[in-house]
């Protein structure tokens, strides 16, 4: 994706990304299923490779983000799911106004990616 001076950065991040981390562990609302351990034990446990879809702030720190899974289905194709066998994780926001931005992004990384949901 193209940087837009003022506006944040998104970026497809590793689960081991620090940024990420930092700012779980900041995040009013942060829930233990947005650590990265949560998702890496899912990873490990059924296989599908996991990533966090982010927003990246001037100083390229995390802003909001989403773990995910890549889930295929034979015959059914791919999916990006918001970490399977997990009650709720919901997208993690430092601003409420990132929120539409975030979905804009991931639903744009989901097409580019050629995710078919």
């Not at 003022?6 to 609302?29: H, M, T, Y």
């Not at 966090?52 to 799911?81: E, Y």
């Amino acid at each position: 994706m193209e940087h837009v001076p003022g506006r944040p950065a998104a970026q497809i991040l590793a689960l081991n990304d620090e940024r990420w981390l930092s700012f779980v562990q900041s995040a009013e609302g942060a829930l233990p299923s947005h650590h990265p351990r949560w998702a890496s034990i899912l990873s490990e446990c059924y296989g599908y490779p996991t990533f966090v879809v982010a927003l990246t702030d001037a100083g390229n720190n995390v802003s909001a983000g989403i773990p995910l899974a890549d889930v295929k289905f034979p015959l059914l194709g791919r999916k990006w799911v918001s970490l399977p066998f997990t009650d709720y994780v919901p997208p993690l926001l430092g601003s409420s106004r990132l929120g539409p931005l975030l979905m804009a992004e991931l639903e744009s990384f989901r097409r580019s990616e050629r995710v078919d949901r």
